[in-house]
């Protein structure tokens, strides 16, 4: 999380207005909320408060849930199965990938030797000229990238589904959900329907922010979002 700044920063803010109330759990659910908002996707998620702060590191378990750049569909599936979201909501949340940009380390596989076959040929080209060579590397120095979506690059839109059916999927997971049965139909729906995308993204998002929350006594409210309060 490059931009924890903003987090820390915030934090201090609510911690001299009313010290030890609002957890860094809370507070990052609703910092998504907010950036969902001012992105151009839906404005109005209803969020429920009342998450408090573990006292240990659950790094792993967040390694585990999340999906990587050329996984299986079934893989996808698996991985948001546990929190409640279904094919529905995968397809919705993975349309996050409407904003945002991906370093050439993820992409070059499917570019080199030869273009990905699924690949639309004038996209496959753009794509060469972002990422010229098969040696990127794994590293955050590494600035060579491509924008998820070229179109609207800064708008949480149905942009991204329709990109999917042209053959514009940036990630090979993305480009997967357009063929596979299970998830297929969903994208062409969201391509045609931008509020109904909105409308499913809204609810997998909040789903996802109650999957196994801490409340009542357990955990703490961290003062430090960085750091265990002993």
């Known amino acids: 999380m490059r931009n924890f700044k903003y987090i820390d920063d915030i934090k201090s803010a609510l911690e001299t207005a009313c010290p030890g109330t609002v957890s860094c759990a809370d507070l990052l659910a609703l910092a998504a ?40 569909v079934s893989a996808v599936l698996s991985r948001f199965a546990p929190m409640g979201v279904d094919a529905e909501g995968v397809v919705a949340l ?13 992409l070059v596989a499917r570019l080199y030797p030869a273009v990905d076959g699924t690949i639309e040929p004038a996209y496959g080209a753009y794509l060469r000229e972002r990422c010229p060579t098969a040696d990127a590397v794994e590293d955050t120095r590494d600035v060579a990238y491509a924008r ?11 942009m991204y589904h329709k990109n999917l059916l042209k053959g514009r999927g940036l990630l090979l997971v993305d480009q997967r959900l357009a063929t596979d049965p299970r998830t297929a139909p969903f994208v062409k729906k969201m391509a045609a329907d931008n509020a109904y995308f909105h409308d499913k993204f809204a609810a997998a998002l909040v789903k996802m ?3 196994g929350p801490l409340t009542g006594d357990k955990g703490e409210v961290r003062k430090d979002c960085k750091f265990v309060n002993s």
């Open 94 to 106: 993975l349309g996050a990938h409407s904003v945002g940009r991906v370093h050439c380390f993820n």
């Open 148 to 158: 998820n979506d070229r179109g609207t690059p800064m708008v949480i839109d149905n």
């Open 33 to 72: 909320r907010d950036g969902v908002a001012m992105l151009g996707g839906p404005a109005d998620i209803p969020m429920r408060t009342g998450r408090r702060d573990a006292t240990v590191s659950y790094y792993g378990e967040v390694e585990r849930y999340l999906p990587v750049h050329n996984d299986t």
């Open 209 to 211: 922010s109650e999957n």
